[in-house]
């Protein structure tokens, strides 16, 4: 597999990011309720404990979602019909629930021209070891944020695309950003290309809370990771035992919440903010919204934003759907 990296330096793009990073932890430890951008969590560090996670038998969502594209891959393939697609995922993840996908479109003899797009490097190599070869398929990674990505693979071919946005990643976004990113996603693709994104649907509250505290400790460990990653890129000195994972299900909201909380009184110094930060004992950050929906949640987002849905499809369980879109323009 090639992969190509945004030309970050001679861009000053490194830097950028690293001043952006900045401002946002000292706006977020400076509110009157402490909280972190989760978009942080994806070091190579946190990249690599997140495809643990999606692993553990509490957490139900890849589960879901690999036994809906194993079902509906030939049929995927079937409803979009090309003779040559270019598959274009944005968050690679580790791969396995692409090559269901890929598989799809070349047992209909679809030549797939695979582009994952992600910002860890890491996680492109860990991609690398599990998309095989195949005559008819060519994979090209890029290393960058998903709409230059997007931008780049357009510039290399004209060929219609199928977008994928697997796994929650969607539930990241409250209910005003989520259609503000599909619009914008709308607005670099081209008519007739199509979506496949999925939706972690409501369901049982205990089935919920244990995907977001798992029992082998991995999501506490993944939470507390961007404390780290603050210690190293910022200069900061949180100590990690300072701090517990919290996860919870807000109804009101229809999203799981995740915290990490100061057990005791304390204060944490970020050199590169030349500031220190105070911490009452039990006082949270709030680091994550993860929200859920129903099938009439996701054709009214599809509606507002410029898709047409084609089919939904979802698991024997009805936990998760992963809903394929079609761009109207």
């Known amino acids: 597999m090639k992969i190509s990296k945004i030309d970050y330096k001679s861009k000053n793009i490194d830097k950028d990011n690293r001043e952006q990073f900045a401002i946002d932890v000292l706006t977020g430890l400076s509110a009157e309720t402490k909280n972190l951008q989760a978009k942080y969590f994806y070091d190579d560090v946190g990249s690599k404990i997140f495809q643990q996670i999606t692993q553990h038998d509490d957490y139900y969502p890849t589960r879901s979602e690999f036994e809906i594209l194993n079902q509906v891959k030939n049929e995927l393939a079937e409803l979009i019909g090309e003779q040559e697609i270019d598959i274009i995922e944005l968050g690679a993840g580790d791969g396995h629930k692409s090559q269901l996908i890929i598989n799809g479109f070349v047992n209909s003899n679809c030549k797939v021209n695979y582009y994952p797009i992600d910002i860890s490097e890491e996680a492109m190599v860990m991609l690398k070891d599990n998309i095989c070869d195949h005559p008819l398929v060519e994979c090209h990674g890029i290393v960058a944020e998903y709409f230059e990505g997007l931008q780049l693979v357009r510039e290399k071919s004209k060929n219609k695309q199928l977008v994928l946005f697997l796994g929650s990643n969607i539930g990241n976004f409250d209910r005003v950003q989520n259609q503000g990113f599909l619009r914008r996603l709308w607005m670099n693709m081209n008519n007739s290309d199509h979506l496949l994104v999925g939706f972690d649907l409501k369901k049982d509250i205990d ?11 991995l999501t506490k460990d993944f939470n507390l990771n961007l404390l780290t990653r603050i210690n190293h890129e910022l200069g900061g000195n949180f100590d990690i035992e300072n701090f517990q994972h919290f996860g919870v299900y807000n109804p009101s909201l229809g999203a799981m919440e995740s915290y990490v909380i100061a057990t005791k009184e304390h204060s944490v110094y970020i050199s590169s ?4 930060f105070h911490f009452k004992a039990f006082e949270p950050i709030h680091l994550e919204h993860s929200f859920k929906f129903l099938s009439s ?7 507002n934003t410029g898709f047409s849905v084609i089919k939904h499809f979802t698991d024997k369980e009805s936990y998760f759907i992963d809903s394929l879109w079609k ?3």
Request: charged share 30%; no cysteine; proline share 0%.
């Open 207 to 217: 089935v919920l809370t244990r995907a977001y505290n798992d029992s082998s400790g």
């Open 273 to 276: 903010l030349k500031r220190e």
């Open 297 to 303: 949640d996701i054709d009214y987002i599809s509606h």
């Open 327 to 329: 761009v109207t323009k």
